[in-house]
């Protein structure tokens, strides 16, 4: 379910929270036989009002600084390819590439998802504020915007700071071959132009 225009357009209690979830795939990032394996990672850029990691929808958000930008891409015939970058001070980041890599080497978690989600304040579960009531209305798991997926596309930069991908669309990703590919003038400069006889 959608937020409301109404809602967006109000202009108190408008704070849109942004969460993200890195979600790996079986045999490439873990090994399909291991039932105890990490599948999925949920971050978000801060704590709640208890200065614990945040929840939505009954899952927590580990609080790590992250960044995301370039959705936009300026014009409409190349596809926005963000970039994201996680703080890595305490090796989070760099543990979970070193356990990727185990499984597939170099792999440094290519082709795993990267979901962005966002709500409202309004809308967090009540156990991220004191009393369990959430002061800026009510709880409601089903309210959210618009769910953006993209895939790793590669490392850009990984080090005792940060770590950081570009992020691509699932269609707009390298390693796909014809006929998954959309074929366009600026891959395929006779694209259109063939008489056949």
Same mark, same amino acid.
């Given at each position: ?12 209690? &408008?704070?849109?929270?942004? =969460? ?5 795939? %079986? ?7 291991? %039932? ?6 949920? +971050?978000?850029? $801060?704590?709640?009002?208890? %200065? ?12 790590? #600084? ?8 300026? *014009? ?14 305490? %090796?989070?980041?760099?543990? &979970? &590439? ?13 082709? #795993?998802?990267?979901?962005? &989600?966002?709500?409202?304040?309004? +809308?967090?579960? #009540? ?47 390298? *390693?796909?071959? =014809? ?6 003038? *600026?891959? +395929?400069? #006779?694209? $259109? ?5």
């Amino acid at each position: 379910m959608t937020i409301p225009i109404e809602q967006l357009q109000k202009l108190e209690n &408008i704070s849109i929270i942004e =969460l993200f979830q890195l979600n790996l795939v %079986s045999g490439l990032h873990y090994s399909s036989t291991n %039932s105890n394996a990490t599948t999925l990672y949920r +971050f978000h850029n $801060g704590t709640n009002e208890i %200065s614990t990691d945040i929840k939505w929808q009954g899952n927590t958000y580990t609080a790590v #600084a992250c960044q995301i930008e370039g959705f936009e891409t300026g *014009d409409n015939t190349v596809m926005a390819r963000p970039t994201i970058t996680f703080a890595n001070t305490i %090796s989070n980041f760099s543990t &979970i &590439i070193e356990l990727v890599n185990q499984i597939t080497p170099f792999n440094d978690l290519q082709k #795993a998802e990267i979901v962005r &989600i966002r709500t409202m304040a309004r +809308f967090l579960d #009540a156990d991220n504020f004191a009393n369990n009531t959430n002061p800026f209305g009510t709880p409601n798991t089903n309210m959210e915007l618009e769910q953006h997926k993209y895939q790793i596309n590669k490392k850009l930069v990984e080090n005792n700071e940060i770590c950081s991908f570009e992020l691509v669309n699932t269609i707009d990703f390298e *390693d796909l071959f =014809l006929p998954r590919k959309q074929i366009t003038k *600026d891959r +395929f400069p #006779a694209t $259109g132009t063939f008489v056949f006889v």
